[in-house]
């Protein structure tokens, strides 16, 4: 086994994607890594299925449904110290021949890489915007507001880089549904937020690993497929509600202050309005 790198895959009843996932990852790269499950509470069985019958499969209970960042601290903490590169992933990815080595080679163009990206595509082929800006107030509020009524909205484009052309370079933070990241740079920032169960922890990753001085590199030459929804399909009323929730958390993190308390009052309740609305128009 390749002692330096290791695969962190967060699973919550993940079903026949997983065993995808892992079938996959061992044409992604030429090297044998260790993978650990970060299991946030399944009941389907399938991780505890794929750690008895594959060797480099290791099984690790978070010890309740944690949510995706705090499930893959866990995952994280439980590897041998000498791993100095963490895949972290979603179990729904499948892998391109040679996509994680890709990423590897990524890391030695950009010595202050902390984070590396691949190129998502959707089940139709598709490019998935996951490597964009951060979101400020005027790009966030104009996405939110249009975004799901006027789909080419100025906003929406400069905040997704859907202008930007399909190259290797920095971004304002990485799609966590599968990234490469030095663990140097994972643990100086503490790992992600533990108050984030979903959504926007990978906003928050991104953020805070640009402002302690580490790149966030996309790297198209490393291709993945996001099947998507495994465990959020399962509870859309809930995960909407978080979404908003994690929003507001992320905007308020970073306008604090009595200052900004008018600012995050209306962030809120205009938050909150949107949320109902969602949820009203899911069910």
């Known amino acids: 086994m390749d002692t330096e790198l290791a695969v962190v895959v967060v ?20 090297r044998e ?15 505890q299925r794929a750690a008895a019958e594959r060797d480099n499969v290791e099984l690790v209970s978070t010890g309740g449904n944690l949510g995706y960042g705090r499930g893959a601290n866990k995952g994280v903490e439980a590897l041998p110290p000498g ?17 994680l080595d890709e990423l590897l080679a ?14 998502l595509r959707e089940p139709d082929g598709s490019v998935y915007p996951s490597a964009r800006l951060l979101p400020s107030l005027g790009r966030g509020i104009g996405h939110a507001v249009v975004g799901r009524i006027w789909r080419g909205n100025p906003w929406s484009k400069a905040y997704r880089q859907e202008d930007t052309s399909i190259t290797e370079r920095t971004a304002g933070w990485l799609s966590g549904s599968c990234f490469l990241i030095r663990r ?16 926007f922890e990978d906003v928050d990753l991104g953020d ?20 998507g929804g495994h465990a959020t399909s399962r509870a859309q009323a809930r995960m909407l509600v978080e979404h908003h929730r994690s929003a507001y958390r992320y905007l308020a993190d970073r306008h604090p202050g009595p200052l900004y308390a008018p600012l995050r009052l209306v962030l809120r309740a205009g938050l909150a309005l949107r949320s109902r609305l969602e949820v009203r128009k899911a069910s």
Do not use: C
């Open 11 to 30: 699973t919550y009843s993940p079903g026949e994607v997983l065993d995808e996932f892992l079938d996959t990852l061992g044409k992604a790269t030429s």
């Open 33 to 47: 890594v260790s993978v650990v499950l970060a299991d946030n509470g399944s009941t389907d069985g399938i991780p």
């Open 83 to 99: 791993v100095r590169w963490v895949l972290v992933s979603n179990p729904d990815i499948a892998f391109q021949p040679g996509a």
């Open 106 to 119: 990524a890391t030695e163009r950009w010595p202050r890489g902390g984070a590396f990206g691949p190129l």
């Open 184 to 199: 140097e740079a994972f643990e100086a920032v503490g790992g992600f937020d533990r108050r984030y169960f979903m959504y």
């Open 208 to 227: 805070r690993l640009g402002r302690a001085g580490w790149q966030n590199v996309y790297v198209p030459t490393a291709e993945v497929t996001h099947v």
